[in-house]
């Protein structure tokens, strides 16, 4: 399984908007409002790093008011 936090901007007065559709999405643990340079951040997972991309560009990516997602995969050192 792998882990990952996914940073989104998006549009002005989007944030709210953007985090409930993205808490609708299979593999979202969990999307919160936050303040500071990214609007919402995301805890995801996925089978794979295939998987977790797909998760991020054709489900994620296409919700409106995005403008920006930053992912990043959780490792275990």
Do not use: F
């Not at 399984?1 to 007065?13: D, K, P, S, W």
């Amino acid at each position: 399984m792998v882990q990952a936090y996914i940073l989104i901007q998006t549009e002005v007065g989007k944030a709210a908007s953007v985090a409930e559709q993205v808490r609708a999405i299979e593999g979202v643990e969990a999307a919160d409002d936050v303040t500071g340079p990214y609007d919402v951040i995301v805890k995801a997972g996925a089978p794979d790093v295939d998987s977790l991309g797909k998760l991020v560009v054709a489900r994620i990516q296409s919700i409106e008011g995005i403008t920006r997602t930053l992912t990043c995969p959780v490792v275990n050192l």
